[in-house]
């Protein structure tokens, strides 16, 4: 596994150099951006591809050229891509599309790129049964010939906005992933009806080299910016400098990653949202810019925020000028920004919030006439304050607390801004599966009926994507179905077509988990809760992450017949990545809900002073970590080496490499500093069960807190203290390889899992 840009072929090459070269003639060749050589398919420099959407403020019309989503087809569909002809339909109105034919011959009409593949999507669950999942799909179950569609089928999206992708997902969901990673996750969302999407990769760069003009050395920013793992919170204005500092390198050609991402989504129709410009600045720069108001933002969970400049001062229209011009360069131009001033505990001092939020959007339209302002509803914002100094025609509120609490009135709280329905089912990466789906199903159809109802659109926010293909496919369903929703009717058809036909055994699988993971209450928690195994080991651990559920949120038997069903599925439905992934993420999440009921009696074990069971409790624990890490490594998704790979293949030599895996293992560990750690409860936060982290951090921390419990009982004293941060620490600091790539996983998902059932059924009958 390689983050690379794959090389190009001569002519694409040399196509490029001429771009390259045309663009230093027009805008001067000492321009420090543009200098460097192109350097194995690579830009050393800014990506020129991007700079051909025009002059500040335009927006020029693209022709809708079905070429794109053409490509995408293929990618998704390589045996079947000939069976489908594509008809841009742009007279159709925004956001519909139309599918019709006959066996081996189907055409969908659309208005975009991005609609004719939600077109096709709509086909493949509703006609040919088959599922393209985030992950694991079932088209190898495909027959040669596709079957026809019975009468024409035309469909309009419910909602204009159909928006995907939280702040923390390049963070949690891996900053060093390729293009390529990158244009899978464009597909799928264009798939399931997805029309804008948040672009941090790169993000960086504008900041980089706006700054240098506002008194900054390129060395000073270098440090200033976070490692890519941590870049997410540095945009949010959380933090700065950790995992840094980044090479000038690294930059450009996550900037030129970035815009290529970009342009792949507008040849799709859809827009890509990019980060706006609030005034974040680094220390000191009052000091060195004239005229200048800057605000100290206070301590994030550890860490010193960035200092925000006052939107209101004359300097900061300069700087934001300048950085979106330095955006436009690499990047385009857009249709939607984010930002989000004053997230999570911002301080605004004396500045005037109203007047603020009024020269920040002034700002974004000068740079951008009309654009849309994307801002997250989450805690206490947005502010009544900034409302009320934006035109709010050009504002979106994703609301990222629609399904975690109760008796929500957003039309009241907002004032009748448009808004988004939105979802956080996943927090930091973990893989933990379920969702409230049961109250996106009830709140979409009510909220969207209100006589006063503002809402717009459906926001796809959890924090890290991939780990939960059903609720992907749920929540995106739900702006494109013209009837309510039947939660369990919807169910049993994903089980059909996530496998490739209707097995009653699979219906019994995802029937036990409709009813368990999936069907949560809204009320505190919108995620379900996390393992033990993976938890700072103590005898009264409730939940690995500080922020996450203390308890289960479900009924643990149900995911534990739902995988003897798994089990018992047809044999012939039994070979695709679906079924693989599923039966995986099912065993895991059987054991991990085991580890809720026998820590409790490890702690029983202990204070009764028996030692015999304590080892027995104990040893039984390591087998179901052993267990754990083995059938996880069985499948591609769940790999601690894919991770750190990614990360070192972006350093130039072994320190930038060894720089950067800090970074990606830092950030499920430790997550940040000490003070961070421990004092802002991070530690753990982005807990998951990968094979390789289960065995090399997850198992031997807990052996040593039992090894230390053993002694206690022996010497009939107090268990030594550990500093388990320090432990973790040195875990983090760790560049040891792990399997990777297409090699990666080993052993038969099948025969571990089914181990991992009979244990279960062992532990239960000892238990009785």
């Known amino acids: 596994m390689t983050n690379s840009t794959p090389r190009r072929p001569r002519r694409a090459q040399l196509r490029r150099r001429v771009a390259l070269a045309t663009l230093v003639a027009l805008l001067g060749a000492g321009s420090p951006a543009l200098a460097g050589p192109v350097d194995g398919g690579h830009v050393r420099g800014r990506a020129p591809a991007p700079v051909r959407q025009g002059l500040p403020g335009a927006h020029k019309p693209r ?10 087809l293929e990618r998704l569909l390589p045996r079947h891509a000939d069976q489908f002809t594509l008809v841009p339909d742009p007279a159709a109105g925004a956001d519909r599309f139309t599918v019709s034919g006959s066996a081996g011959a189907i055409t969908v009409r659309g208005s975009t790129g991005a609609t004719l593949l939600t077109g096709i999507g709509w086909y493949l669950q509703h006609v040919a049964g088959a599922d393209i999942g985030w992950p694991g799909e079932s088209i190898g179950m495909l027959p040669a010939r596709l079957p026809a569609v019975p009468a024409p089928v035309t469909r309009s999206a419910l909602v204009p906005h159909r928006y995907a992708l939280n702040d923390t997902d390049d963070g949690y969901s891996g900053a060093y992933r390729t293009f390529e990673q990158h244009q899978r996750q464009i597909d799928l969302l264009a798939l399931h009806g997805i029309n804008e999407v948040f672009v941090q990769a790169g993000a960086e760069y504008p900041y980089y080299r706006a700054l240098q003009g506002f008194g900054y050395s390129a060395a000073e920013l270098r440090e200033w910016i976070p490692g890519p793992g941590h870049q997410s919170w540095w945009l949010l204005q959380n933090l700065s400098g950790f995992g840094g500092p980044v090479s000038e390198r690294l930059m450009r050609e996550r900037a030129e990653l970035g815009g290529r991402i970009a342009e792949q989504l507008r040849g799709l129709g859809m827009t890509p949202v990019l980060p706006g410009y609030f005034g974040t600045v680094p220390p000191g720069f009052a000091a060195r810019n004239a005229g200048a108001k800057t605000v100290a933002q206070g301590d994030w ?21 300048a950085y979106y011009a330095e955006q436009r360069a690499v990047f385009g131009d857009s249709a939607m920004y984010r930002m989000s001033p004053l997230h999570e505990g911002g301080t605004a001092g004396t500045v005037d919030v109203k007047a603020a939020a009024r020269a920040v959007q002034s700002a974004l339209h ?22 009320a100094g934006v035109d709010t025609s050009k504002l979106l509120i994703l609301d990222g607390l629609s399904d975690r609490y109760n008796r929500l009135d957003r039309e009241t709280r907002w004032g009748g801004v448009p808004y988004a329905m939105g979802t956080i089912y996943n927090f930091g990466g973990h893989t933990t599966i379920g969702a409230n789906t049961s109250v996106w199903i009830d709140r979409f159809g009510s909220w969207r009926a209100k006589a006063d109802s503002a809402l717009k659109g459906i926001a796809y926010l959890p924090e890290a994507t991939g780990t939960n293909p059903a609720a992907f496919d749920l929540f995106t369903d739900l702006a494109w179905e013209p009837g309510p929703i039947d939660q369990r009717t919807w169910f049993a058809d994903f089980a059909a077509r996530r496998y490739g036909r209707p097995d009653k055994e699979a219906a019994a699988a995802w029937e036990e988990l ?12 919108s995620e379900s809760q996390d393992s033990l195994f993976t938890a700072r080991p103590s005898l009264t651990a409730v939940g690995a992450a500080y922020w996450s559920p203390k308890s289960m949120r479900y009924p643990a038997d149900g995911v534990r017949r739902a995988l003897d069903h798994l089990l018992t599925v047809d044999p012939k439905l039994r070979g695709s990545s679906a079924y693989r992934f599923d039966l995986v993420d099912t065993a895991r999440q059987a054991l991990a809900n085991h580890s809720r ?10 204070e009764a002073k028996d030692l015999t069971r304590l080892r ?26 894919d991770w750190l790979s990614a ?15 800090y970074d990606a293992r830092s950030i499920l560990s430790v997550w940040g500093r000490r003070s961070t750690s421990e004092g802002g409860f991070l530690h753990d936060y982005a807990n998951r069960e990968w094979s390789g982290l289960i065995a090399e951090l997850y198992a031997p921390r807990w052996a040593a807190y039992f090894e230390a419990l053993e002694e206690s009982l022996v010497r009939r004293a107090a268990p030594r203290e550990i500093d388990w941060h320090d432990f973790e620490e040195e875990w983090a600091r760790r560049t040891t390889r792990h399997p990777s790539g297409a090699n990666g996983p080993s052993g038969d998902p099948y025969a571990l899992a089914a181990d991992i059932a009979a244990a279960l059924k062992s532990s239960e009958g000892a238990a009785r």
């Open 647 to 661: 990360a070192r293949s972006w350093g130039a030599d072994e320190a930038e490499q060894d720089r950067y895996e």
């Open 366 to 387: 000068a740079a951008h006439p009309g654009a849309m302002w994307a801002v997250l509803g989450w805690q206490d914002s947005p502010k009544a304050e900034l409302l």
């Open 616 to 641: 027995a409790l104990t040893a039984e624990w390591a087998d179901g970590e052993r267990q754990l890490d083995a059938v996880t490594g069985s499948d591609p998704n769940f790999l601690l080496g």
């Open 597 to 606: 009921v026998l820590l409790p009696k490890i702690k029983a074990a202990y």
């Open 63 to 72: 022709a809708f050229d079905v070429g794109p989503a053409r490509d995408a």
């Open 514 to 525: 409709r009813k368990g993971p999936y069907s949560t209450s809204s009320g505190l928690w």
């Open 301 to 321: 969970a550890g860490f010193d925020r960035p200092d925000w400049l006052d939107p209101s001062s004359p300097v900061f229209g300069k700087l934001a000028a």
